[in-house]
């Protein structure tokens, strides 16, 4: 078997805080354990959120928290070529396709259709389901918007994509080991039915950016040779969409564990727009990394 290759990849759209701490001390953890490397990656597809202060600043919570990233360290933005060209491609084996709705309109032909009062349909991220208005449009009409600049995405058609099933996420468990509370290791693998349609047909091309969240972290786990992701439970609905997604590109579907999001006094995760303390501020109040690692249990 290949070494195991874990990862953490934050998004550089705030400062990180006990959460993510949390999530890449267990993928260190973990990558320990088993005898595995541990890479960074950083999601910074989104060129209005992302900002150079936030790369620098994560890097340094990192290294703060005595974190060590085996090289090369990959960032999102430098591969937007290659992200572009898994569309395309998709768009030429017939399984993705323009789509000209905006949000607003989107979300009201699913209010009309779903009729006065009763609950719209929405994908897991909690958006109204796309109804599929542009995989109807022709070829020629779609190639004349296009052609014209009118805004759009690309949505991958998920009926046709999604056959042959089934698809299946294959998870792990983790226990922590004998001894030191540091110590944590691969527990039971299980493999779970997965169900890509509750995504509808997702957008797998943004109007600004020629790719999705979900599209650039599967070729991305995939050119890095991901064999172990470890994140938040948040993310466990976005898990059956790669699957899918993987076997549409020929990528390797790595072994998942979906941790517990750590959550504030009032129950809710935590989160830079609630107000939570960042771990830049934590450390500006004098507390140590060993003070950081013991309370989330990795001392
Ligand atoms: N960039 C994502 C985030 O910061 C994590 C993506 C992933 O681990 O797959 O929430």
């Known amino acids: 078997m290949n070494a195991p290759v874990f990862r953490f990849a934050p998004s550089p759209n705030g400062r990180l805080h006990l959460g993510h701490a ?27 959120r992302s900002r150079p202060e936030l790369i620098q600043g994560l890097r340094e919570d990192l290294a703060w928290l005595g974190l060590r990233f085996a090289p090369p360290e990959r960032r999102q933005s430098e591969h937007l070529d290659a992200y572009r060209y898994q569309v395309s491609a998709l768009a030429e084996r017939g399984l993705a396709y323009p ?3 905006s949000r607003g309109a989107i979300a009201a032909v699913v209010e009309a259709d779903a009729g006065r009062g009763a609950p719209v ?9 796309y109804p599929g208005t542009c995989r ?9 918007r296009r052609a014209a600049g009118e805004p759009h995405t690309w949505r991958l058609d998920t ?21 030191r509370g540091a110590v944590r290791q691969i527990g039971i693998e299980r493999d779970e ?10 957008v797998i091309a943004r109007r ?41 590109i020929g990528a390797p579907s790595p072994r998942y564990h979906h941790h517990a999001l750590l959550r504030d006094a009032s129950g809710e995760k935590l989160a830079k727009s609630r107000g939570s303390r960042s771990l830049a501020d ?15 249990g990795f001392a």
């Open 22 to 48: 949390a999530s890449a001390l267990l993928n260190d953890a973990l990558a320990r354990g088993i005898g595995g490397r541990l890479l960074l990656r950083i999601e910074d597809i989104d060129p209005v």
């Open 193 to 202: 039915a997965a169900d890509p349609a509750r995504w509808g047909d997702p």
């Open 99 to 101: 789509c000209f709705c």
């Open 136 to 144: 109807a449009l022709s070829e020629s009409v779609a190639d004349r």
């Open 208 to 248: 600004d950016v020629p790719t999705s969240y979900h599209l650039a972290v599967v070729m991305d786990d995939a050119v890095q040779g991901i064999t172990h992701v470890v994140r938040g439970e948040d993310l466990r609905a976005s898990t059956d969409l790669h699957v899918l997604l993987q076997a549409l």
């Open 282 to 296: 934590l450390r500006a109040s004098g507390e140590s990394p060993a003070g950081i690692r013991a309370r989330l």
């Open 121 to 129: 349909p929405r994908d897991p991220d909690g958006a109204p389901l």
């Open 159 to 179: 009926a046709l994509a999604a056959s042959p099933g089934p698809h299946v996420v294959r998870t792990f468990a983790v226990a922590a080991g004998e001894g």
